[in-house]
Structure formats: C-alpha cells, structure tokens
C-alpha cells in the first residue's frame, strides 16, 4: 500500500485505503505499488532435478542482465551456502501444513524473494511454485519458505476446496477458529511463540467477508517484541469452518530492535498528549460503500497532533519518522500567477492523444518516451466524471526497470488530476546530481515559489480555493531524494475540506516529480451558515477522553517519492501511539452541528461486535438482525438504533441482500459506464445495489423500479425467486396448493413466486392467509435473509449468482 504523510486525513495509516485504491488508477496494467506488487524481475533459480547446490541461472537472465534491462542488487543475491533448511525439507514442510496439497505439483524452486518491489533485504528464502489440477483447470499459486529458520513465510490456496462447501452455520465458531489458527502458527513458525501475539479486533472493510458462501475467519495479529507489540512484526492468518489454513503470511525479514526502555512514562506521555491536542473545524466527506454520500461539518484531530511520540524524547514523529512541532496547522495565502489554469469550454471531451498533449506542455517528458496507454474511465471520486489515465514508457525497453510517467487528466475541463513519476529498477542515488542544461538549483525561497507557479498552472481557481500548508523546511525538503514537496488545503467558504488536500512534488530544478489533486464533488449542496452547537473547547475534550497512549514498536519509512529502491530508508522506533478505547472510532468524527459521532468511511474498517445496538436486545429477531450488523450489512444509526419494527423499501431490501452475498459489490461497477438502470439515474444513493441485481438478473433493466417504494411481501416473494434462480419452476407452480389453500390467494397475482417462496421455507402465512400487501420490516427481512443462508448448499445453484 502506498503511505502518504499528509496533514488532512484523519487516522492515516487507517484510511489510507481509499487513497491507494485511488493511486493504483495512475499505474500501468500490472504495476502496483510497495510490499504487495509483484515485480517481473527473476530471481536466481534452483532446477527441480538439479543434483547439484549450484544455482543455475538461465541464458534469458545472463541476457537481460547483459543489456541493462535486469539489475541483480547485493540485497537480491541469495548466498546458496548459508541455506540451513533445504528445498527438499520446505517442499515436505508445506505439504504437511497444508494436506490438500499431497497431489499438488511443485513446478520451480527459487531461492530468492524477488516477488516484491523493492527486494527485500532477506533473500534466504525458499520460492515454491505450485501447480494444481482440477479436473481440466489448472491453478497456480506459490508458497515461501525461510532458508534459515524453516519457517513458513506465505502460503494462498488459490483452488477450490472441497471442504469449502456452502452451509450454515458453521462447524467452527470464530473463537474455535482461533485456537485453530494458533495451533497452525506453532507449527508454520516455530519461531514465533504464540505468548507473543496479540490478536487485532479490528476487521478493514476490504477483508469483509459475506454473509453467503463458505465460511472463512481472518486473523490479524502483531507480534510482541521484548514483550511490546510491534506494528512491524504482523501476522495474517485465513482459516475456514472446518478448520482448514487457506492462507498465510508472515514478515519475511528478521529486524533489528531497539531497547524496550521508555524514558518517558505511560502518565507522561499521557498528558502531554492531551496538553498538544488540537482539532479543527473540516467540511467532511462522508462515504458509504466507495461512494461519498454526503457532507458535515464536524471537528477532527489534527493529524500531526495525533502522530506517535518518540518514547525516549517525547517529540512528535511522521509516518516518515521525522520529527514534527507540535504546534497547531497554519495557512498562507496563494498568489494569483500570470500562466494559470483555464478550464476548457469545449463541449466535446478531449481525446486521449489530447490529453496527453496537455500534460506534455507542462511536464518536459524524455524524447525517447512515448505514450503507451490510454483509456478513458470514470473518475473514482465523481464517477459522473470522466478522466484520462495515461501512461508513458520508454518502448522496447524492460518494462521493470525503467522510469514511468503517469497522468489522470478530467477529459471535460482539460484538468490534470494527477501526475506520476516512478521509478521502477531505480537503483543509482539521485544526491551530487549533474545540473541540467538550462536549470538552475531551487533555494528554498525559490522552490516554494515554484509550487505555488505550478499549482497556479494545475489546479482551477488555486489563489481562490487553496492555501499552502507552512510546513517546516525539513518537511517541505525531501533530503533522501533531492526533491521539493509542498502541501495545499482546499477550502470552501473559508472552512478547510476534509480528505481535500493537494501534495506537489518537483526536483531541485524545479521539474515536476508528482501531483495528486484528488477531490470529492458536491460541497455546494452543504447548508450555509449551518448553527454550530459544539464549542471547539468541547471538541477538544471529547478527543482528549478517547485516546490512550499506548507504547509499541513502530516501523518509519524514510519514502523516496519516485518509489525507486535507492534512497529508501526504514527504522524501528520505540513510541507511544495514540488508540482509541473503541477502536470504532478511529473512524467516527465529531458531528459539529448535531454533537453526534459520525462513522466517516462506513465500510473502511469495523471491530469485533462493532457498535453495539440499542434497540435488538429481547426482540423476537435479535439473533438476526445482530448477526447482519456484525458482517456490516445493518449499520446503528447514529443514535445506535437499527430500528428492527420500521418499515423497508424496495430499496433497502435489495442493499440488506446484495451486502449479504458480496460486500464489495461496488467494484464490479467503478469501470462500467454510468448509465440509468431499471429507472433508476446513476446519482441515487442506491444506483449501485440496483445495477448489481440488474445484472444478475434479479431485476430487469427495462423495468421501471420504484426503491423507495415501501416493500410488501409478495413483492419480497418476487425478488426471491429471482435470487435463488428458480423463475422458471415458478411458473410451473402458478396452481399449487400451497397458495390455493390461502383464503386471500384470488388477490395474490404472482402465485408461483409466493409458492416458491413458501415451499423453501422462506415465507409462510398467518391465520389462513398470505397477506401479499403487507409491509415487511427490518425485522422480517433479516429473518428471511438468515433462512436463505441456511439452506445454501441445499438449492441446486449458489444463491445469488449466475
């Protein structure tokens, strides 16, 4: 995941998550970024058959290493004589860890972890390649071992297992799962004692599981080091309901730790905490579901304010482990420049090659660079918009180990969102650089000076809309590699913008290096001069009692913002981290109008029970309802209400249902153009939830819905039908008994569909009759939604699929 140090996003190393969805928009095919990016840099291989301890290195690597177009760095060059746990032992290792794997084929052993970008430092690992047939499908996956130590590094299985059957409830509870996975952890990592893991409740809403399918129970946990967690050291564990391991990882690398000693107090760090507090008044985006659904007014730490503390100084430390003051953000206006960005009044969008021509007249791209791809997407933050993504290589040259370009450029206006350089097999420092032909070095005075020419040159209405950030000029100046980086806050009638602010990059001659101007739409629709109830004095102590200072070890990456290999620092710091009580609320904001807590980023992240409702306790559908809250498909009001008796919609049984059977329903729209679907306009709340049941077919698309039509229950039987696939068997039960027996059956219009309905145990009627126009509640429609889970497994295709 790509880190950014910025000064507007609230808990950063949690919400981060959105952002780096957002960045991977800017990479070519295949490119991603940090720990998780596959590189397609080989690494040095050991033959299946060889008989010999030699590493056999092939004519196509001798070849690219030859031409430049492959670097072997010493950190990537695994030492074949320090092997202590041989391929043979670690092939044997993961079959007996993982027994479905006793007629799986190990295809290649590497020695060698090459696998992430940069290498890591620890190249005595053992790379299995693994092949496995399934009938006339072939499926390919890798396990990692430690040459070393034996321990097992990472293991997916990526096939489908025949343990992994639909049913409910599950064989295993969660907590049985975790003795489980525990037992697993013995046995995978011997070197790692299970007194030393600290189980993390909190589940991040990209993991969420549905409520269909096989079951499967993820395991987060830090591991302690000299008895303190550590948020280097994590573990992750995936096991399923019948107690099988599906995946696993560990970190890979064997670091250095500093002493365990604070010289600072838990009660001094404590106060001193709460005594350089700040907040601030932000206009906020609340999203749900990837999408932003609406705005607040509300008060938010200062991001720098809540950054760990140095245990043996007590100064405040970014993500990058530099220290920062800890005084409160301060704001400078922007000049209004000369050359200024103008939005294009051209009705037509811009093409691709357009687009690209935009970003060349102010980015001086290499002659030998072209530009190698282009399509045209929905932006993520206002999918009604549309926006170029470019990208420019050097062609016919290893795509691995050369500088990229990339852009995102608004094909209405002509606006360049974002700009990227990376580089990718960079392994030379870029200090004591040779001065380019007609450049001069930037001071300090110079370069601000620059960035405020180019955000001038980037951003519309920038001397109306922005102010620069005064950050310090250790902060402003990236040491490590030799570039300037400035920081702009959007404002909207002189109030800050939450999650709004603009980071520009260049060298030290003034070169642009980096751009990221992303924003999230509709600020006009927000309530002028809304009355404020909460006192910023208020905010404050609200803040102050729900954080705890708690010591860890922390990892600090000194980032290089080209993402090269060179430059890269990382230290481990003993600190003192700022937690939540409830870890809920390290995504909730204090509401500054209603004094409410309000849940920004509704499926980022959740705790185990999240928050607890108020109104389910004794109610005849308790274990239901608590049962969708717990997967995230119900989420408390801002009261804690759920409101089981209240009547629902169309609209909101389809969101209960298609939540339960894929949480991340919206990625299988973000790409698809935005057109009307069944009636109902891409700018509706629900638009995403109808157009994957349109999809699906559960709905037809050249039907009229009306979503926020109150649901009754026939028309639940309808829908029903629908997901479970069995329209056709309705009509062949137009005239079954099972409806005829209703006293009310001659006003039930789809008879085969309340049959349906009826015969799988998922409606019934009450005193003789159906009541096909009675309302459904909340109530009602968990319960029916926990019987079709419990008979998955049972009908003769996957509920919900096609």
């Given at each position: 995941?790509?880190?950014?140090?910025?000064?507007?996003?609230?808990?950063?190393?949690?919400?981060?998550?959105?952002?780096?969805?957002?960045?991977?928009?800017?990479?070519?095919?295949?490119?991603?970024?940090?720990?998780?990016?596959?590189?397609?840099?080989?690494?040095?291989?050991?033959?299946?058959?060889?008989?010999?301890?030699?590493?056999?290195?092939?004519?196509?690597?001798?070849?690219?290493?030859?031409?430049?177009?492959?670097?072997?760095?010493?950190?990537?060059?695994?030492?074949?004589?320090?092997?202590?746990?041989?391929?043979?032992?670690?092939?044997?290792?993961?079959?007996?860890?993982?027994?479905?794997?006793?007629?799986?084929?190990?295809?290649?052993?590497?020695?060698?972890?090459?696998?992430?970008?940069?290498?890591?430092?620890?190249?005595?690992?053992?790379?299995?390649?693994?092949?496995?047939?399934?009938?006339?499908?072939?499926?390919?996956?890798?396990?990692?071992?430690?040459?070393?130590?034996?321990?097992?590094?990472?293991?997916?299985?990526?096939?489908?297992?025949?343990?992994?059957?639909?049913?409910?409830?599950?064989?295993?509870?969660?907590?049985?799962?975790?003795?489980?996975?525990?037992?697993?952890?013995?046995?995978?990592?011997?070197?790692?004692?299970?007194?030393?893991?600290?189980?993390?409740?909190?589940?991040?809403?990209?993991?969420?599981?549905?409520?269909?399918?096989?079951?499967?129970?993820?395991?987060?946990?830090?591991?302690?080091?000299?008895?303190?967690?550590?948020?280097?050291?994590?573990?992750?564990?995936?096991?399923?309901?019948?107690?099988?391991?599906?995946?696993?990882?560990?970190?890979?690398?064997?670091?250095?730790?500093?002493?365990?000693?604070?010289?600072?107090?838990?009660?001094?760090?404590?106060?001193?905490?709460?005594?350089?507090?700040?907040?601030?008044?932000?206009?906020?985006?609340?999203?749900?579901?990837?999408?932003?659904?609406?705005?607040?007014?509300?008060?938010?730490?200062?991001?720098?304010?809540?950054?760990?503390?140095?245990?043996?100084?007590?100064?405040?430390?970014?993500?990058?482990?530099?220290?920062?003051?800890?005084?409160?953000?301060?704001?400078?206006?922007?000049?209004?420049?000369?050359?200024?960005?103008?939005?294009?009044?051209?009705?037509?969008?811009?093409?691709?090659?357009?687009?690209?021509?935009?970003?060349?007249?102010?980015?001086?791209l290499p002659a030998d660079y072209t530009l190698q791809h282009q399509s045209l997407v929905p932006y993520y933050y206002n999918p009604e918009q549309k926006t170029w993504n470019l990208s420019w290589t050097k062609k016919g040259v290893y795509l691995g180990n050369q500088t990229h370009y990339n852009a995102e450029v608004d094909a209405d206006?002509?606006?360049?969102?974002?700009?990227?350089?990376?580089?990718?097999?960079?392994?030379?420092?870029?200090?004591?650089?040779?001065?380019?032909?007609?450049?001069?070095?930037?001071?300090?005075?110079?370069?601000?000076?620059?960035?405020?020419?180019?955000?001038?040159?980037?951003?519309?209405?920038?001397?109306?809309?922005?102010?620069?950030?005064?950050?310090?000029?250790?902060?402003?100046?990236?040491?490590?590699?030799?570039?300037?980086?400035?920081?702009?806050?959007?404002?909207?009638?002189?109030?800050?913008?939450?999650?709004?602010?603009?980071?520009?990059?260049?060298?030290?001659?003034?070169?642009?290096?980096?751009?990221?101007?992303?924003?999230?739409?509709?600020?006009?629709?927000?309530?002028?001069?809304?009355?404020?109830?909460?006192?910023?004095?208020?905010?404050?102590?609200?803040?102050?009692?729900?954080?705890?200072?708690?010591?860890?070890?922390?990892?600090?990456?000194?980032?290089?913002?080209?993402?090269?290999?060179?430059?890269?620092?990382?230290?481990?710091?003993?600190?003192?981290?700022?937690?939540?009580?409830?870890?809920?609320?390290?995504?909730?904001?204090?509401?500054?109008?209603?004094?409410?807590?309000?849940?920004?980023?509704?499926?980022?992240?959740?705790?185990?029970?999240?928050?607890?409702?108020?109104?389910?306790?004794?109610?005849?559908?308790?274990?239901?309802?608590?049962?969708?809250?717990?997967?995230?498909?119900?989420?408390?009001?801002?009261?804690?209400?759920?409101?089981?008796?209240?009547?629902?919609?169309?609209?909101?049984?389809?969101?209960?249902?298609?939540?339960?059977?894929?949480?991340?329903?919206?990625?299988?729209?973000?790409?698809?153009?935005?057109?009307?679907?069944?009636?109902?306009?891409?700018?509706?709340?629900?638009?995403?939830?109808?157009?994957?049941?349109?999809?699906?077919?559960?709905?037809?698309?050249?039907?009229?819905?009306?979503?926020?039509?109150?649901?009754?229950?026939?028309?639940?039987?309808?829908?029903?039908?629908?997901?479970?696939?069995?329209?056709?068997?309705?009509?062949?039960?137009?005239?079954?008994?099972?409806?005829?027996?209703?006293?009310?059956?001659?006003?039930?219009?789809?008879?085969?569909?309340?049959?349906?309905?009826?015969?799988?145990?998922?409606?019934?009627?009450?005193?003789?009759?159906?009541?096909?126009?009675?309302?459904?509640t909340r109530a009602q429609a968990a319960i029916v939604i926990m019987k079709l889970v419990e008979i998955q497994g049972k009908t003769d295709q996957t509920i919900g699929q096609r």
């Open positions: 995941m790509l880190k950014r140090s910025t000064r507007s996003i609230h808990r950063t190393s949690k919400v981060a998550l959105l952002g780096a969805i957002t960045c991977t928009l800017l990479i070519p095919q295949g490119f991603v970024f940090a720990d998780s990016v596959t590189s397609s840099k080989s690494s040095v291989s050991v033959s299946e058959t060889s008989s010999t301890s030699d590493a056999v290195m092939t004519d196509r690597m001798r070849l690219a290493i030859a031409a430049g177009e492959m670097v072997i760095s010493e950190a990537a060059t695994p030492d074949l004589a320090k092997v202590k746990f041989s391929k043979e032992k670690a092939i044997a290792k993961v079959r007996e860890l993982f027994p479905t794997l006793k007629n799986a084929e190990s295809t290649n052993v590497t020695l060698g972890n090459n696998n992430t970008y940069p290498a890591p430092e620890n190249q005595m690992v053992w790379d299995i390649q693994w092949n496995y047939q399934v009938g006339t499908s072939g499926y390919g996956f890798n396990s990692q071992v430690d040459a070393i130590t034996g321990d097992l590094i990472s293991t997916y299985i990526s096939f489908p297992l025949e343990s992994e059957e639909a049913y409910y409830p599950p064989k295993l509870s969660k907590e049985q799962a975790l003795i489980e996975a525990k037992k697993f952890i013995t046995k995978a990592a011997p070197s790692i004692s299970v007194e030393d893991l600290q189980v993390n409740d909190v589940d991040y809403g990209y993991a969420n599981q549905a409520l269909f399918g096989p079951v499967q129970y993820s395991f987060y946990f830090t591991i302690k080091k000299n008895g303190i967690p550590s948020q280097a050291d994590a573990l992750n564990i995936t096991i399923n309901s019948n107690g099988h391991v599906v995946q696993f990882s560990k970190p890979s690398e064997s670091m250095s730790y500093p002493s365990s000693v604070a010289k600072i107090s838990e009660a001094e760090a404590n106060k001193q905490f709460k005594d350089e507090l700040e907040v601030g008044l932000y206009y906020i985006p609340i999203r749900k579901n990837n999408l932003k659904t609406d705005w607040i007014l509300g008060y938010r730490p200062d991001p720098s304010s809540i950054y760990s503390m140095d245990a043996s100084t007590g100064k405040r430390l970014s993500v990058e482990g530099t220290t920062v003051p800890s005084t409160p953000v301060m704001y400078s206006d922007i000049a209004q420049t000369k050359d200024k960005f103008i939005a294009r009044s051209n009705k037509t969008q811009l093409s691709g090659e357009e687009a690209a021509q935009l970003v060349q007249k102010l980015v001086a206006t002509g606006e360049i969102i974002g700009f990227r350089t990376s580089d990718f097999g960079e392994t030379e420092s870029k200090q004591n650089v040779t001065i380019p032909k007609g450049l001069t070095k930037l001071s300090n005075e110079s370069a601000k000076q620059r960035s405020i020419d180019l955000i001038n040159q980037l951003y519309a209405n920038a001397s109306l809309d922005l102010k620069i950030i005064n950050h310090e000029d250790s902060w402003n100046f990236l040491a490590e590699s030799n570039q300037y980086r400035y920081e702009f806050q959007r404002f909207y009638k002189g109030t800050p913008v939450g999650d709004s602010t603009v980071t520009i990059i260049f060298d030290i001659f003034g070169r642009l290096q980096s751009y990221s101007a992303y924003r999230n739409a509709g600020l006009e629709k927000v309530i002028d001069n809304p009355v404020i109830k909460v006192t910023k004095e208020g905010a404050l102590e609200s803040y102050r009692n729900l954080y705890t200072m708690k010591l860890q070890y922390t990892r600090f990456n000194a980032y290089n913002y080209n993402y090269s290999s060179a430059n890269t620092k990382t230290e481990l710091k003993l600190v003192y981290t700022p937690e939540p009580a409830d870890p809920i609320r390290s995504y909730q904001v204090l509401d500054a109008v209603t004094g409410k807590w309000v849940t920004q980023y509704e499926n980022i992240g959740k705790a185990n029970g999240t928050i607890t409702p108020t109104d389910l306790l004794g109610h005849e559908a308790e274990k239901a309802l608590t049962t969708l809250v717990d997967y995230g498909i119900l989420m408390p009001d801002q009261d804690g209400k759920i409101k089981p008796d209240e009547v629902i919609t169309i609209g909101d049984w389809l969101s209960m249902i298609v939540k339960s059977i894929t949480p991340y329903y919206e990625s299988y729209n973000y790409s698809a153009e935005q057109k009307p679907v069944a009636g109902v306009d891409p700018d509706h709340s629900i638009y995403g939830i109808v157009k994957y049941a349109v999809e699906r077919q559960w709905i037809k698309n050249d039907s009229t819905l009306q979503p926020d039509t109150e649901l009754t229950k026939e028309q639940l039987a309808v829908l029903l039908t629908s997901i479970v696939n069995y329209k056709k068997l309705a009509l062949h039960l137009q005239n079954d008994t099972s409806v005829s027996q209703f006293s009310d059956a001659n006003v039930i219009t789809n008879k085969g569909a309340v049959a349906v309905a009826i015969k799988l145990g998922l409606l019934q009627g009450e005193n003789g009759k159906f009541n096909p126009q009675q309302t459904v």
